[in-house]
């Protein structure tokens, strides 16, 4: 506005002037009024890039408006943002403490469970130990049932064979008793009898059967009887002899046991003759000291003056087998 009155007022004074001032001055004032035009030409032309930077002011204002309350509404955002990070932080925390808590009781629970888990291997090992051993005790003892077994039945074997071999020596007992008692049948029983005692035959022979008083020479009747005791000897020549010469208890041990060996080995001899084998035959004097019945009376010492011819079955195989 200031602009259109000045240049108003210049335009008066070049009319006013015209007539009265020199060339020179007009010139001047033409000069002058071309630089007022052209000053004011930059002034409307400032004015209009003033406007136009007023417009742009005003907008920028209003950016600036706008970005004023961008930025609070940042800042409300961003607080927000704080409280929220806060609480996260504060949960974050409780968190973190939570999580130590359990990585603190996961470290006593994983060393108690890698102690357990060593305690179990190790019991498992000794378990495994254990069951080797079980194992080479079982070995051993299946080991040893079979030999026990083959033990066993080795002496299974070796009991049915001993059974055998005493059913065929009882047998043969048996056969030999009924063969004396057939042989020697006809004798008077006071001078001769039969009778098995221990799994032994005894033929006991009276010395009024066999001797006179005192004497070891052998009577007829009594070779007639070692005869046929011979003959049943001779059919059964596995039975092993065994000759005992007894006496009473009248005279003296020397005497008595000297006697009762010489007249052990009369009977031995007068076998001998009738065919027995020396070999299977064994004479021995007991003299007085195994007296049958007490010698208390004069039919107690007749009994005890005797000879008896014990016969028993040949052992060895049965011993044989006992080893």
Not at 31 to 46: C, I, K, P, V
């Amino acid at each position: 506005m200031k602009i259109n009155n000045l240049l108003c007022v210049l335009a008066v004074a070049a009319t006013l002037g015209t007539g009265c001032v020199s060339t020179q001055k007009y010139k001047d004032m033409q000069t002058a009024r071309d630089h007022f035009r052209a000053e004011y030409e930059n002034l409307r032309t400032t004015g209009q890039e003033n406007e136009e930077l007023t417009v742009k002011l005003r907008q920028a204002e209003a950016q600036l408006v706008q970005a004023k309350n961008a930025l609070e509404q940042q800042k409300s955002e961003l607080n927000i943002m704080r409280n929220y990070n806060e609480q996260l932080a504060a949960q974050f925390e409780v968190a973190a403490k939570e999580n130590a808590k359990l990585l603190s009781q996961y470290s006593a629970d994983k060393t108690a469970y890698e102690a357990q888990v060593a305690a179990s291997y190790e019991e498992m090992r000794r378990k495994q130990r254990q069951l080797e051993g079980l194992e080479g005790a079982i070995g051993t003892q299946n080991s040893n049932l079979e030999t026990m077994r083959a033990d066993l039945m080795t002496r299974e074997q070796r009991v049915a064979e001993l059974e055998r071999l005493v059913s065929e020596k009882q047998a043969q007992m048996d056969a030999l008793r009924t063969s004396l008692n057939t042989a020697l049948r006809g004798f008077n029983a006071s001078d001769l009898s039969v009778e098995e005692r221990n799994g032994k035959i005894y033929v006991s022979m009276s010395q009024n059967l066999l001797f006179k008083s005192g004497s070891d020479k052998v009577e007829p009747k009594g070779v007639e009887a070692l005869g046929k005791l011979a003959k049943a000897l001779n059919d059964n020549p596995d039975i092993e002899i065994i000759v005992e010469g007894h006496t009473d208890n009248a005279g003296g041990v020397e005497y008595n046991w000297n006697l009762s060996t010489d007249r052990a080995l009369s009977v031995v001899r007068t076998l001998s003759l009738s065919g027995v084998m020396p070999h299977r035959m064994t004479a021995s004097g007991r003299g007085m000291h195994h007296p049958a019945v007490p010698n208390d009376s004069e039919a107690n010492k007749a009994k005890n003056r005797r000879t008896e011819i014990i016969l028993s079955p040949n052992l060895d195989k049965i011993l044989s087998l006992t080893k």
